[in-house]
């Protein structure tokens, strides 16, 4: 499985970037550019209307990709170019609910053939996963908070497939002054009751905070940041930052 493959030998660094933001055909050169610039898992988004848990980067750059035309369908054949090319690392789409069900019933299936390892689904409560995935083989990735209840902890950590989401403050995506305090123990704590690696999303913003995060955790995600470096100041300066990022780890 390529997913448990990027966990074997250091924290993983998987960079999240709006599929279609500016168009799907940089995008396929972006993922090709950020494997070689060392990300060890693509988290690719699905650009949405109503994008409940992202804050105003990734929403300006949703609607960058609905106006492009951006959907479903082309992002799949995308991941399947990619594969054709010989890209091998692990690529998760991140999806709100309705997107999902609007493409109709072999979505598992088709997401399976074109060379996605997993989806990440935020507005899906884990105790919905079974009856989402329907006995499929595409891994549906738990989200768990600082705030979900330890008992609820538990149980979510005791069934993640891939890895666990690890959010790391309350509220939307996007860069945060510092990392909250109670992230180190809140990480102790899941991993007291799951040995999936725990990666950690939501806030983090450069380098030093990554490296910080790298410490306590499997894996460090990094968005917002760098979506609006790569909208503000090109695609040559994000993967620079990229670098930057597993550098520090």
Known sequence: ????????????????????????????????????????????G????????????????????????????GILKLVARLRKRGVQIPILLLSYLNPLLAFG???????KASGIDGLIIPDLPPQEHRWFAKGGELPLISFVAPTTEQVRQREIASSARGFLYCVSSTGVTGPK??????????????????????VVGFGIANA???????????GVIVGSA???????????????????????L
């Open 1 to 44: 499985m390529r997913i448990a493959h990027a966990f074997k030998s250091r924290p993983a660094l998987m960079p999240f970037i709006m599929a279609g933001d500016p168009s799907l055909a940089v995008t396929e050169e972006i993922i090709v550019k950020l494997e070689e610039a060392g990300a060890d898992l693509i988290e690719l």
């Open 226 to 248: 760098l979506v609006e470096i790569l909208f503000q100041e090109g695609v040559e300066r994000g993967l620079e930052f990229v670098r930057e990022l597993r550098e520090a």
């Open 105 to 111: 019933k072999d979505l598992l299936e088709r997401g």
């Open 46 to 73: 699905v650009p949405h209307t109503d994008p409940l848990a992202d804050g105003p980067i990734n929403q300006a750059a949703a609607q960058r990709a609905l106006a492009g035309g951006t959907n479903l369908e």
């Open 177 to 198: 002054g510092e990392l909250s305090q109670e992230l180190e123990e809140f990480l102790k704590g899941l991993r007291e009751v799951s040995r999936v690696p725990r």
């Open 208 to 218: 030093e905070q990554a490296a910080q995060v790298g410490r306590m955790a499997e």
